[in-house]
C-alpha cells in the first residue's frame, strides 16, 4: 500500500498556547501537510525519550519512533498517553526490522537504494 508522506526533516515544532516545542530528528506527516506531524523518529544517542513524549502528546503527534542500540520502540498515542506497542499502527505494513537492517547513517544513499530493492524483490 502506498501512503502519500510529507517529510518535515528536523523542523522546530510550537504550540504557542501550551509552550511547547522540540525539534525532532526526522518527522512526516501522512495524508495531508498539517500544523504538526503524525509521526517524530528520534535517535536517541546518550538520554531517552521520556521527557520527549510529555511534549510530543501535547502537540498531538500520534507516534513517535525512538532508534536507539540498533532497533526502533514505537510508541503510538492513546487518550491516556503513549503506549509502546510491537508495530507502527500509522505504518502497519512496514517491516521495521527489515527496516532497522538498513540504517546505516554514514552509507545513507546505498542503503535506501538497497532497501527499495529489497521491497521491490518481495
Known amino acids: 500500500t ?3 508522506f510529507h517529510a518535515g526533516g528536523s523542523t522546530t ?3 504557542a498556547a501550551k509552550k ?3 525539534e525532532p530528528d526526522e518527522c512526516y506527516c ?3 501537510k498539517k500544523e504538526f506531524p503524525d509521526l517524530a ?3 536517541v544517542i546518550t538520554s531517552g525519550l521520556v521527557n520527549k513524549l510529555d511534549i510530543y502528546q501535547g502537540l498531538g503527534v ?3 519512533w525512538q532508534w536507539q542500540s540498533g532497533q526502533f520502540s514505537i510508541y503510538h498515542l492513546r487518550s491516556t498517553g503513549y503506549e509502546l506497542v510491537e508495530a507502527s499502527e500509522l505504518l502497519p505494513a512496514l517491516d521495521l526490522k527489515l527496516l532497522a537492517s538498513y540504517v546505516k547513517p554514514e552509507e545513507q544513499f546505498d542503503a535506501v537504494i538497497e532497501f527499495r530493492e529489497t ?3 518481495r
Open 30 to 32: 501522512l495524508g495531508a
Open 62 to 64: 500520534r507516534e513517535v
Open 41 to 43: 523518529i528520534e535517535v
Open 119 to 121: 521491497i521491490r524483490r
Open 2 to 4: 502506498r501512503t502519500r
Open 13 to 15: 515544532f510550537r504550540q
Open 20 to 22: 511547547r516545542g522540540l
